[in-house]
């Protein structure tokens, strides 16, 4: 990922349109995975690469990544049994390393990950598949505080895109079933309650954020569900 790219990031319409068009496209839930990965490099601020983490029976993995870096970043948290990534899977709520070069937690894996990769700030954003399946969506910076509010705001919204996505794919749903989705007060509440998390707010205040991000992005969960029946036909 470039640094001019995760400076400039993407149209987040663009962004959801061709996800959407992933989850439909018939592929498995790995490929819906990496297409999350890649969204996360596109449409947030300051992201230079990401992966996703999920836990099995017995073990985490890492199921996707937008390249070697990030798949480096996860195995050195399962090496060092900490991490932002590892802690939103098994506490379920955001995490955030903002300079891993004077860490405010997570010592021995900050101590490694600046030692040999070039990452130097860290998110991970809990999802629920069917409600089993707990994974995070893991975003890596090279720049040290490198993720600004803007970058959270759209990360907690992609997290929560990805819920629905994977879910759809791992149901093998159709668009139908993806609007409600996209439109239930489930997942909008879980949005609200990160951002209430997040920024310590009301959730009048979080739903107020949220619109706005919603506004400033130019994207609506209305409009994405009326993008991905849209372009469902021409997937055929």
């Excluded at 995490?95 to 998110?123: C, G, I």
């Amino acid at each position: 990922m470039s640094e001019r790219l995760a400076d400039n990031p993407a149209d987040p319409a663009t962004v959801f349109t061709g996800l959407a068009q992933v989850v439909y496209h018939g592929t498995d839930l790995a490929e819906v995975y990496t297409a999350l990965c890649i969204s996360a490099t596109l449409m947030v601020p300051g992201c230079h690469h990401a992966s996703v983490m999920v836990r099995g029976a017995k073990n985490f993995r890492t199921v996707a990544a937008s390249d070697q870096w990030a798949r480096e970043v996860d195995e050195l948290e399962r090496a060092t049994g900490e991490g932002p990534c590892l802690d939103a899977i098994v506490e379920e709520a955001p995490q955030f390393e903002q300079d891993l070069r004077n860490p405010q937690r997570w010592h021995a894996l900050a101590r490694e990950v600046v030692a040999q990769t070039p990452v130097r700030a860290m998110m991970g954003f809990p999802f629920v598949i069917d409600g089993e399946k707990t994974g995070a969506l893991n975003i890596f910076s090279d720049t040290p505080d490198g993720f600004s509010a803007e970058a959270v705001e759209r990360a907690v919204v992609l997290a929560s895109f990805a819920t629905i996505a994977a879910t759809a794919a791992v149901r093998g749903e159709d668009a139908a079933a993806l609007r409600a989705g996209l439109l239930s007060n489930r997942e909008i509440g879980k949005a609200i309650g990160m951002l209430m998390a997040l920024r310590n707010v009301s959730d009048d205040e979080a739903f107020n954020l949220l619109r706005h991000v919603s506004q400033h992005m130019n994207i609506k969960m209305a409009e994405v569900a009326r993008q991905v029946v849209a372009s469902r036909g021409n997937l055929a």
